[in-house]
């Protein structure tokens, strides 16, 4: 498939997919799979998930949902930490050789059980701001119906003025509603930043103490 010497001729070689991935770090030999060919796709893979991620908050922005484009993300992130393993293996097997084999297969499976919770944790998170953005939504659409039917019933002379103090009310709530939505929009960009910064932070931690 030519996965190892993808910069030859200068052709350039996507990522690879889950299935692929998956087959070329658990069906290959060592000899076959260079730490450099997985350092390489490790930056496209990260690249790729770094896409995904502004495409994801350009859909939450526009209201579209994202369900497949999150378990893409999810197929990816799970891939990363598959290299980034690889990469850990190669740098033990240059080092030295592990005697107590047992014990370390022992700490594989504890790494992977908290980096599986971690995931469902920072899913979780990004559910829990999905929802919110949602019901900020409704709100602003809630205000949005009453301002424009505070409009339509404002027809009376005797109660023109007040109904054009309770619009500018209602503009003004809409308003803030908006920023509160711009708002919160960017600080779900912030936390899912600052969420990718502490998994990475944890699976560093994690790989320097097997």
Known sequence: MGLTDDRLFGIYVPPLTKDELEKWLD?????????????????????????????????????????????LAWQIQNGITGLKRKIKMFSDLTTSSIASAPITSVDHVDTRCIEIYEEKQLMATQQMLREDVAA???????????????????????????????????????????????????????????????????????????
């Not at 409704?138 to 103090?165: D, F, M, P, R």
């Not at 919160?184 to 097997?210: G, K, P, V, Y």
């Open 27 to 71: 069906g290959s030999e060592k000899d076959e799979v260079s730490a450099d060919a997985v350092r390489r796709e490790l930056r496209k893979q990260e690249f790729w998930l770094g896409l995904l991620h502004e495409k994801i908050s350009s859909c939450h922005e526009k209201g579209v949902q994202t369900a497949h484009l999150d378990e």
């Open 136 to 210: 900020e939504k409704k709100t602003i659409a809630g205000l949005c119906w009453k301002l424009e039917h505070s409009q339509l019933n404002s027809e009376e002379v005797e109660e023109e003025t007040e109904e054009e103090k309770e619009e500018e009310e209602w503009k003004e709530r809409c308003n803030l509603e908006e920023a509160a939505r711009s708002a919160l929009i960017s600080e779900i960009a912030r936390l899912r930043s600052e969420c990718a910064n502490l998994r990475a932070r944890l699976e560093m931690e994690t790989s320097s103490e097997q």
